[in-house]
């Protein structure tokens, strides 16, 4: 497989930690072996997945988000779009079970702002400045922002506490799935979402909808693993390919889930994070 770019060290008070790189790496060639299903999923192991945190808006627990720099998260612009007082957030770090996870606040909340302008859901990515730096561990780690697109029905994984089903309860033990990358010609087709696709969403699932994440189709509505990450992996290392956005329903049969495209929104993430980091 070519080279993707190479994950940046990050410095920490106990190590030297590489982003899109799990402590226990053996673990994630054990994974998709649980027989609880969420939508087609699986119990993901602790530590598998270190980057996704959860986001709680007061106590309810409304959509998931990827650890990209020790205290910026991204995440859906669709899940804090409506309220953007940071005080009313939280995220939870450290765990595959939410009752064991650590609770972070969140100080700033910026959203795209070509957000739901250009048309409806595009742009929808979100960053949320964390009150600390985190400390990275076996728990706790990054994922890489993306240096090249993914390629057609190459197989990602998404995460997240979502429903167990599109009329169910969310998770409290974070699932997986794996979903193949659609390209956006078939995923604009009229079987599919016939031109609802904008250049910055991905679409990524299956025809038969035997996996997919449970999106939120209008803003304002969450059902979980909105804001989480569609992560592929090139040579040892997970890169954020995508940020789940929308859909219809969950495992809808033609109903692919679609994803806020990481790498078209890359450059407005870096220069946000770097000239807001110490702000």
């Known amino acids: 497989m070519e080279m993707r770019g190479e994950a940046r060290e990050v ?60 205290n910026f998260v991204l995440t859906a612009a669709h899940c804090v779009y409506s309220n953007q007082n940071p005080s009313i ?24 702002p070509l ?37 057609n029905m190459e197989k990602c994984t998404v995460v997240g506490w979502g429903y167990l089903s599109e009329d169910g309860i969310p998770s409290d033990s974070l699932q997986e799935i794996q979903v193949p990358v659609v390209p956006n010609v078939v995923c604009n087709d009229i079987y599919h979402y016939a031109g609802m696709v904008h250049r910055t969403m991905l679409c990524a699932g299956y025809d038969e909808g035997i996996k997919d994440a449970c999106q939120a189709m209008h803003v304002g509505m969450f059902q ?15 890169y954020s390919q995508g940020v789940v956005s929308w859909g219809y329903g969950c495992a809808r049969p033609m109903r692919l889930g679609v994803y806020a495209r990481t790498l078209a929104m890359k450059t407005w993430i870096q220069s946000t994070v770097t000239n807001r980091r110490r702000h």
């Open 11 to 70: 410095s920490t008070s106990c190590a030297e930690y590489r982003c899109g790189k799990p402590y226990n790496i053996s673990q994630q060639k054990d994974a998709g072996t649980a027989e609880h299903r969420i939508a087609g999923g699986t119990d993901a192991l602790p530590g598998q997945w270190p980057w996704v945190v959860a986001l709680y808006k007061k106590a309810r627990l409304i959509c998931a988000g990827s650890l990209i720099e020790d």
């Open 89 to 112: 957030y939280t995220v939870l770090v450290g765990s595959t079970h939410l009752r064991n996870a650590s609770r972070v606040d969140i100080v700033k909340i910026y959203v795209h």
């Open 115 to 151: 957000f739901n302008k250009v048309m409806p859901r595009a742009y929808d990515v979100a960053l949320l400045k964390l009150s600390e730096n985190l400390d990275m561990g076996p728990n706790v780690g990054l994922l890489c922002l993306p240096v090249a697109p993914p390629t």
């Open 224 to 238: 979980g693993d909105s804001g989480g990450p569609l992560a592929c992996l090139y040579n040892d290392t997970w």
